[in-house]
């Protein structure tokens, strides 16, 4: 199917528009030299701002029941006007893999731009963004274009999906020496649903989730931050969480049920950055006091979970240290997808999250 077609059937299927900004050149093919532990990687970059107190700590009871196992109430302080969402007692995302319960985004601004590039090129930046600017380093769609000659055999093997336009499609590519636009990624940013009846990050996860059927890429990102609204209204906040939490089990589901993607998808899921620990002045209907993302230590405190296939990824597995970082996403998808040793020496100052992962080489 050609891609402006797919884009067409995509939006349809969505109740919503999109923006693509983008469309791939051809580039040069440069073959990895690595063995792989998956062929396809789904990152996500979690729902805007959250604090580890309210998702992995449960302060507010499970705001994500799909993820996080156990069934704790939820605060019925809060409860009152949140979504009705399914009732699940299935397998959970954690129970599907290993979750880091203390990960940090360790330097630069608390800010969401800034948060997703640390992510995304696997380099801090310690000064604010400019925003109109690309990043000096290259992105994770760069490595992975530059470094895998499938990836030119198919230009639609690498998305970029954000539910905020702004500034989010300079991470497509950087300005960096021989990587740049040739190597960038397909950008697409679906708007909210029709009537706006559908939240924005559900229908950003359901135009992923179409993606993956039609075109089974090897590499998607995608990102939610509905739940920012916690500036000004803790209780949406957390009712973001759990549609997000939801959003995220039914992609998961998507990829199971894909011919192609099922048993051979390595799903990494994140938030860009917390949230502090003191609340604002700005109290909603429910007498919960509404939380910004300022720099403190607490909004540097994130979770991550990497869910796979039981014979690539460590099953039902929790670490609780403080064992890895933001800049760490990037070598540890360019290990399970094999160009890892076609980085230049020095570019990439994380590791691989090898504790995840079953014994590979």
């Known amino acids: 199917m050609q891609r402006r077609s797919f884009i067409k059937k995509a939006g349809v299927a969505t109740a919503g528009a999109f923006a693509a900004p983008y469309i791939l050149p051809s580039g040069k093919l440069f073959a990895a030299t690595g063995s792989r532990i998956a062929n396809h990687v789904v990152l996500c970059i979690f729902a805007g701002g959250v604090r580890n107190f309210e998702t ?7 705001l994500m029941p799909f993820t996080l196992t156990g069934n704790e ?9 949140m979504d009705m969402l399914p009732i699940y007692s299935g397998k959970t995302l954690q129970q599907c893999g290993t979750l880091f319960k203390e990960f940090r985004y360790k330097q630069g601004p608390t800010g969401h ?19 109109k600017q690309r990043p000096s380093y290259p992105t994770l769609f760069e490595y992975y274009r530059k470094h895998q000659s499938s990836s030119f055999l198919n230009d639609l093997n690498a998305w970029w999906i954000s539910n905020t336009l702004g500034p989010y499609p300079t991470l497509s590519f950087s300005n960096h020496d021989g990587y740049g636009e040739y190597f960038g990624a397909n950008f697409i940013q ?12 559900t229908n950003t996860m359901l135009f992923a989730g179409q993606i993956i059927k039609e075109h089974k890429p090897e590499l998607t990102v995608v990102n939610m931050l509905d739940a920012d609204v916690c500036h000004a209204n803790f209780t949406a ?10 959003a995220l089990w039914n992609l998961w589901q998507t990829i199971q049920s894909t011919p192609g993607m099922a048993d051979d998808t390595i ?8 949230r502090n620990e003191e609340p604002n002045t700005i109290i909603d209907k429910n007498g919960k006091y509404a939380i910004d993302h300022t720099g403190d230590e607490i909004s540097r405190q994130i979770f991550c979970l ?11 597995q929790e670490i609780s240290s403080v064992a890895g970082e933001s800049i760490d996403i990037v070598p540890t998808i360019a290990k399970i997808l094999g160009f890892q040793n076609d980085i230049s020496s020095g570019m990439l100052p994380g590791r691989y999250l090898e504790q995840a992962f079953v014994s590979f080489s």
């Open 306 to 316: 990497i869910a796979g296939p039981e014979d690539k990824v460590v099953q039902n």
């Open 56 to 62: 992995i700590q449960k302060a507010e009871g499970n």
């Open 267 to 274: 799903l990494i899921a994140l938030p860009d950055h917390g």
């Open 237 to 246: 906040y957390c009712n973001n969480i759990r549609r997000a939490d939801y």
């Open 190 to 201: 679906p708007h909210a649903g029709m009537n706006n009846t559908i939240p924005c990050d």
């Open 113 to 131: 731009f800034s948060a997703h590039a640390a992510i995304l090129t696997g380099q801090y930046n310690l000064d604010d963004i400019n925003l």
């Open 73 to 81: 109430n939820i605060n019925p302080q809060i409860a009152d006007g």
